[in-house]
Nanobody
Framework: QVPLVESGGGLVQAGGSLRLSCAASGDTICISAMGWYRQAPGKERELVARITSGDSTKYADSVKGRFTISRDNAENTMYLQMNSLKPEDTAVYYC????????????????WGQGTLVTVSS
């Protein structure tokens, strides 16, 4: 397993910015992609942004142009720069690592962080 630790959440006013971090430790060689998900009270968890080992990215339509996902391979850390925040962005944000490699006989494994709360006030 790869421990994932999120940080950077907090309370911010609408229009403000936050930068979330997700640090991976341990054996990270099998990580093929990482992503940010969020879950608001009473709603299902949804994909916010995803980045592959080749640095291809995808975003939810609701955050395009406002959020930017990136990763620092040397430090095994993923980031989510969140700008122009809206109250509807309020949620617990989770980091996910996707593990898929020959060493584990191509078994697909998802590793989740504990989540960090982002609250955007109007």
């Amino acid at each position: 397993q790869v421990p994932l630790v999120e940080s950077g959440g907090g309370l911010v006013q609408a229009g403000g910015s936050l930068r979330l971090s997700c640090a991976a430790s341990g054996d990270t060689i099998c990580i093929s992609a990482m992503g940010w998900y969020r879950q608001a009270p009473g709603k299902e968890r949804e994909l916010v942004a995803r980045i592959t080992s080749g640095d291809s990215t995808k975003y939810a339509d609701s955050v395009k142009g406002r959020f930017t996902i990136s990763r620092d391979n040397a430090e095994n850390t993923m980031y989510l720069q969140m700008n122009s925040l809206k109250p509807e962005d309020t949620a617990v944000y989770y980091c996910k690592a996707e593990k898929y490699c020959k060493a584990t006989m191509w078994t697909y494994v998802e590793v989740w962080g504990q989540g960090t709360l982002v609250t955007v006030s109007s």
